[in-house]
C-alpha cells in the first residue's frame, strides 16, 4: 500500500505536468508542425535530451539513489546530506564540460546526426539546426541537477512536490511559444527548453536546501561519489547503447524526407504520456522501496515490491496499450491536428504511434526493472543486455527501412525494447530467486478475458461514430476509453486488484 500511494502521488503530479506537456506539444505543432523548421528543431533537441535520459534520468539516477538511500539510512543524516552535495558537485562539473563541448562542436554534431541537411537546398536549415542546439544544450546541465534533487526527494519520501516540478518547465515553454514566436521564431521553443529546465531546477532547490542544507568538506570527491561515478561509467555503456538506438533512427529519418523526424518525434511525445505517468511513476517509487529493503536484508519483502510493481504496471498499461491503439488517429487529431500540422502529417504520425504502442507496456517494465540490477550490485547486466538489443535495431533498421519507410523505425523500437525486458527478466527471475509460475494470482484466464472485454467494447464506438472531426475524434476517445476501462475495471476486482489485495504474497 505504501508502493501504490507512492506510485499514486507521483503519477497524479505527472499527470498535470503531462497534461500540460500535451499542450506544449499542440502548440509546437501548431507552429512548427512537419515542416523544415520542424525538423530543425527536434534534431537539435535530439542531443542534449538524449543525454538527460543518460545523465539525469538513466545512469546517474539508478547509479546515485540506491548509493544515497544506503548513506542516508545506515549511515545517519549528516554521512547524507555530504554525499547528495558532492554527487551534486561532481554532476555539475562533469555536465559543464559536455555542455561547452557541444556548444564548441554543434556544427559538426549537427552534420553527424542529420547528414542530408548538409548541403540542403534550404540553405537556412543547416544554421538553423546549429543555433537551436548552442541554446538548447545548457538545458542538459540543469535538467541534470534538477533530476538529482527529485531522486533525493523521492528518497526521503517526498514524491508529490518533485514530480510537479516538470509542470513548471510546460509552462515556462509555452509562455516562450506564446510571447517570443513572432520576434523569434523556433528560437522562442529552444529558449523555453533552456528556461524551462532553469525553473524545473530551482522549483526543487528550496525544498531540498531545508531537508538537507549543504554540507561540505576539503574532500569534495567522497568514497561514496566515487562509487556514484564508477557505476555511471557502467551505466553509460548502457544507456549510450540506448541512445544509438535513437541517433540511428534519427540519421536514417533524416534520409527518408522531410517531416519524417518530425512525425517520428511527434508520435514519441504521444507515446511518452503514458509512459511518463505509470511507467515512471511506479518505477521510481519501487526503487525507493525495492532498494530500502534490499539494503536491510530483507530479501523477502524485496521479491513482494518487485512483483507488485510488475503486476501494476501490466494491469494498468496493457488495456491501456489496447484503447490507444484503437485510438491513434483520434489522439493525434486532438493533441496536433491545427496550423501548420495537416491530416497528411495525422496519417503518418498515428501510424508511427501504432508501433511504438506495440512495446508500451515493455517500456514501462524496462524503467522498473534496469534500476534493481543497480540495487543488486549488478550494473554490468543492463549494459550487457542492452548493446544486444541495440545490435539487433540497428540490424533491423537498416534492414528494412529502406523498404518499409520511417515507419518501421518506430516498430523496430519496440522489436528492441521487448527482447531487453525478457532477457532482464529472465536473469533477474535466477538472480533474486522466484519464479512467477508460483505467484498467488487468483485467475490469468479472468485476466485474459477481461483484457478481450475491454478491446471490445472499447471498439464500439469507432463502429457508431466513423465521421472525421474534432468533435467526433473527442466524443470516440472518451467513449472507447470507459466503455473499455470500466468491464476491465470491474471484472478484475475494482479497487481491491488495484490496491493490492490481489497481488501476489511473496
Known amino acids: 500500500m505504501s508502493l501504490l500511494r507512492a506510485s499514486g502521488k507521483m503519477a497524479i503530479a505527472t499527470l498535470i505536468s503531462r497534461v500540460l506537456g500535451l499542450l506544449r506539444e499542440l502548440l509546437l505543432a501548431k507552429y512548427l508542425g512537419a515542416s523544415w523548421m520542424g525538423d530543425a528543431f527536434w534534431v537539435a533537441y535530439r542531443i542534449p535530451n538524449l543525454l538527460r535520459d543518460l545523465l539525469a534520468e538513466g545512469a546517474f539516477s539508478s547509479a546515485f539513489i540506491p548509493t544515497f538511500s544506503k548513506s542516508y539510512h545506515q549511515e545517519g543524516i549528516e554521512k547524507g546530506r555530504l554525499v547528495l552535495w ?8 562533469l555536465c559543464l564540460i559536455i555542455c561547452s563541448l557541444i556548444f564548441i562542436f554543434a556544427p559538426f554534431l549537427t552534420s553527424f546526426l542529420a547528414p542530408s541537411f548538409v548541403g540542403h537546398e534550404n540553405t537556412e536549415l543547416f544554421p538553423l539546426t546549429v ?14 541537477l534538477s533530476a538529482l534533487a527529485m531522486g533525493a526527494l523521492n528518497t526521503l519520501k517526498i514524491f508529490f512536490y518533485p514530480s510537479l516540478s516538470p509542470a513548471v518547465f510546460n509552462c515556462v515553454m509555452i509562455m516562450s511559444l506564446f510571447l517570443l514566436w513572432e ?5 522562442a521553443a529552444a529558449w523555453g527548453v533552456f528556461w524551462g529546465g532553469v525553473a524545473q531546477l530551482f ?20 568514497p561514496e561519489t566515487k562509487s556514484v561515478l564508477q557505476r555511471l561509467g557502467i551505466g553509460v555503456w548502457g544507456s549510450a547503447a540506448t541512445q544509438i538506438n535513437h541517433l540511428v533512427s534519427t540519421i536514417l529519418a533524416t534520409g527518408t524526407g522531410i517531416g519524417a523526424v518530425s512525425w517520428l518525434a511527434y508520435s514519441f511525445r504521444l507515446f511518452q504520456f503514458p509512459v511518463g505517468i505509470i511507467g515512471v511513476s511506479v518505477s521510481n517509487s519501487h526503487l525507493i522501496y525495492f532498494s530500502e529493503h534490499l539494503k536491510k536484508g530483507e530479501i523477502e519483502k524485496s521479491k513482494k515490491i518487485f512483483i507488485q510493481g510488475v503486476f501494476l504496471l501490466c494491469s494498468i498499461l496493457l488495456p491501456l496499450t489496447l484503447l490507444s491503439f484503437l485510438g491513434a488517429n483520434d489522439l493525434v487529431t486532438l493533441v496536433y491536428e491545427r496550423g501548420k500540422f495537416t491530416s497528411q502529417d495525422t496519417l503518418k504520425t498515428a501510424q508511427a504511434l501504432r508501433f511504438y504502442l506495440l512495446g508500451l507496456p515493455f517500456y514501462g517494465l524496462y524503467k522498473l526493472l534496469t534500476p534493481c540490477f543497480y540495487a543488486l550490485d549488478l550494473p554490468k547486466t543492463p549494459v550487457v543486455v542492452t548493446f544486444v538489443g541495440v545490435c539487433l535495431n540497428i540490424l533491423l533498421s537498416f534492414l528494412f527501412v529502406p523498404i ?10 519496440s522489436i528492441t525494447i521487448f527482447v531487453n525486458v525478457a532477457l532482464l527478466l529472465w536473469y533477474f527471475q535466477k538472480k533474486i530467486c522466484f519464479n512467477f509460475q508460483d505467484v498467488e494470482f487468483y485467475s490469468w484466464g479472468r485476466w485474459i ?7 471490445i467494447f472499447g471498439f464500439l464506438p469507432y463502429i457508431f461514430f466513423s465521421q472525421q472531426n474534432y468533435l467526433f475524434s ?13 468491464p476491465y475495471f470491474l471484472l478484475m476486482g475494482g479497487k481491491k486488484f488495484f490496491s493490492g489485495q490481489y497481488f501476489p504474497k511473496s
Do not use: Y
Open 203 to 222: 522549483m526543487q532547490l528550496p525544498l531540498l536546501w531545508k531537508k538537507l542544507p549543504p554540507l561540505f568538506t576539503k574532500k569534495i570527491i567522497l
Open 86 to 93: 558532492s554527487s551534486f558537485l561532481s554532476l555539475f562539473a
Open 449 to 455: 478475458f477481461a483484457l478481450s472485454l475491454c478491446f
Open 474 to 486: 473527442l466524443v470516440r476517445i472518451c467513449l472507447s476509453f470507459f466503455l473499455g476501462f470500466l
Open 404 to 413: 518499409f519507410g520511417f515507419s518501421f523505425l518506430a516498430l523496430s523500437a
Open 131 to 144: 543555433s537551436l542546439l548552442r541554446v538548447m544544450c545548457w538545458f542538459l546541465l540543469v535538467i541534470s
Open 183 to 187: 520576434k523569434m521564431g523556433a528560437l
